[in-house]
């Protein structure tokens, strides 16, 4: 009777899981009609931060239940990142807090108090992180931190998705049409991608990989994913013609009225030389889950 009640238990959360994604595949669907989506906020990215997510949850021991939660909390983390606070327009609620405020009354109405809280608290905090004393207290919100900016916003996939997000970005649209840039002659395109991936990189990598911030048990994979990002910022300091091509090929699609999905992109994208081959190579394995793989290895490692 005990196994029976225990298979209940879980098969419920699989079929939480089952709904949170049908829910967030048709909101996604609603904001992409609207144009509203971007390259950076879009269905691929909440379903690999649920992904990643959980395996972190894993990594750390969690159990099925957590794990559950943590891919609803990956799932529904970005519910309102849409194009409209990403493209320029500023908003007086922040994205994260939106969201959870949004899906709270939902989780609360289904889930027990503890998972909900979990959950919500996921959302409303994924953007920043958790303090060094905190990181464990809520392995759920955790996984969505680290999956959103270690696994997302890191290592070589960053490098195509910043580049194509550059483009699609309302200020820098502001910047073409007020600084008279005719992105219709390459070398004025190819300088501009450059300039812009280059400047948005450096902050960030200043922002996202002071160790110091981070776990311990996290710094080998935090600095395979962020030796990515080195290589793309000295890459655009020295002109390196692969690191080049990619960056104003993505641009150049994110400009574009209608851009491609950012994964097709990736896999259409043709190398000019080994850099970005293995630009390209490395950010298809993460796109299709093979990540987890480094990540266990490298987490297994320390601990
Ligand atoms: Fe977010
Ligand atoms: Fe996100």
Redesign the pocket.
């Known amino acids: 009777m005990q196994i029976k009640s225990r298979r209940a238990k879980f098969s419920s959360w699989t079929q939480r899981e089952k709904v949170a994604g049908r829910y967030m595949r048709a909101a996604f669907r609603k904001m992409g009609q609207k144009g509203e989506l971007t390259s ?2 879009n269905l691929g ?2 379903q690999r ?1 649920s992904l990643y997510a959980a395996e972190y949850v894993k990594a750390m021991g969690g159990g099925r239940k957590k794990r559950a939660q943590a891919r609803i909390a990956g799932m529904t ?2 519910r309102f ?1 849409d194009a409209v606070q990403s493209l320029g327009q500023k908003k007086e609620e922040s994205h994260e807090t939106r969201s959870a405020k949004y899906m709270q009354p939902l989780f609360e109405s289904r889930y027990k108090k503890s998972a909900s809280k979990a959950i919500v608290e996921a959302m409303a905090k ?1 953007g920043s992180f958790p303090a060094l004393n905190e990181i464990g207290k809520n392995v759920v919100r955790d996984g969505v931190v680290f999956a ?1 900016k270690f696994f ?1 916003a890191n290592g070589a996939y960053i490098g195509f998705r910043r580049a194509m997000f550059m483009g699609e970005r309302a200020d820098i649209k502001e910047r073409i049409a007020k600084e008279k840039i005719d992105i219709t002659k390459k070398d004025q395109l190819q300088k501009l991608a450059v300039d812009v991936t280059l400047g948005e990189s450096s902050k960030r990598l200043a922002a996202f990989s002071d160790l110091s911030k981070i776990p311990s048990h996290l710094h080998p994979f935090v600095r395979y994913q962020v030796e990515w990002q080195h290589k793309l910022v000295s890459g655009l300091q020295s002109g390196e013609p692969g690191i080049v091509n990619l960056v104003t090929t993505l641009f150049a699609e994110g400009l574009k009225s209608k851009p491609r999905d950012l994964a097709e992109t990736i896999r259409a994208y043709s190398p000019l030389n080994k850099t970005d081959r293995e630009f390209q190579r490395e950010a298809l394995d993460y796109l299709d889950g093979k990540l987890a793989v480094k990540f266990r290895q490298l987490v297994k490692k320390t601990a």
């Open positions: 950076a906020h990215h909440v931060v983390h970005d990142r994924h959103d997302e």
